[in-house]
C-alpha cells in the first residue's frame, strides 16, 4: 500500500496539481490584498467612503458602531459586505486567469498539420503510401 502511494503522489500530474495549488494560494493573497488594499479604498471614494470591511446587519436588531463592537458584544452578524469584497475578489481573480490563460495561448505555436504520407487502400484498407499506384499487399490498381 506503501508503494501504491508513493507511485501515486510521484506522478507528474500530482506534482504539477500540487504546484498549481501552491501557486494558486499565493496569487490568492496578492488578489486579497488588491482588493482590499487598492480597489475597495477606490471604490470607498465613489460609494460616499463607505467601508466595505464594517457592512453588517446584526441579528439581535441592535444598532453597533463597528463590526468589532457587535462582535465584542457577542451577538452574531450578517456581513455582507465580507461578501461583496468576496464577490470582487472573485471577480478580479476570474479576470486575472482569463488574461493569463490568454497570453500563454498566444504564446503557444499553432501546430500545423502534416500533410498526410498514406493512404489505405480501398479494397484491402491496408495503409499504403500517398502515391502508390498499385496497392503492394492486394495487387489491385489504385
Same mark, same amino acid.
Given at each position: 500500500?506503501?508503494?501504491?502511494f508513493?507511485?501515486? @503522489? ?8 500540487a %504546484?498549481g495549488?501552491?501557486?494558486?494560494? @499565493?496569487f $490568492? ?5 488588491? %482588493? $482590499?488594499?487598492v !480597489?475597495?479604498?477606490?471604490?470607498? !471614494?465613489?460609494?460616499g467612503? +463607505?467601508?466595505?470591511s =464594517? ?8 444598532k453597533?458602531e463597528?463590526?468589532?463592537? @457587535?462582535?465584542?458584544?457577542?451577538v452574531? #452578524?450578517?456581513?455582507?459586505g465580507? /461578501? +461583496?469584497?468576496? %464577490? ?9 486567469v /482569463? !488574461?493569463?490563460?490568454?497570453?500563454? =495561448? ?10 498526410? #504520407? #498514406?493512404?489505405? &487502400?480501398?479494397? &484491402?484498407?491496408?495503409?499504403? *503510401?500517398i502515391? @502508390? #499506384?498499385? &496497392?503492394? *499487399? &492486394?495487387?489491385?490498381e489504385?
Amino acid at each position: 500500500m506503501l508503494k501504491e502511494f508513493k507511485d501515486f @503522489a510521484l506522478r507528474g500530474n500530482m506534482i504539477d496539481m500540487a %504546484v498549481g495549488i501552491i501557486i494558486g494560494g @499565493a496569487f $490568492n493573497g496578492i488578489v486579497n490584498s488588491l %482588493v $482590499n488594499d487598492v !480597489i475597495m479604498p477606490t471604490l470607498s !471614494i465613489f460609494t460616499g467612503k +463607505i467601508d466595505f470591511s =464594517n457592512l453588517f446587519v446584526a441579528l439581535d436588531g441592535n444598532k453597533y458602531e463597528s463590526l468589532q463592537a @457587535a462582535k465584542d458584544a457577542g451577538v452574531a #452578524t450578517l456581513n455582507y459586505g465580507s /461578501f +461583496i469584497s468576496g %464577490v470582487l475578489n472573485f471577480l478580479i481573480m476570474a479576470f486575472l486567469v /482569463f !488574461i493569463i490563460v490568454r497570453w500563454i =495561448n498566444r504564446l503557444r505555436k499553432p501546430t500545423i498539420a502534416k500533410a498526410p #504520407t #498514406t493512404k489505405k &487502400c480501398p479494397y &484491402c484498407y491496408s495503409e499504403i *503510401h500517398i502515391e @502508390a #499506384t498499385k &496497392c503492394p *499487399h &492486394c495487387i489491385s490498381e489504385l
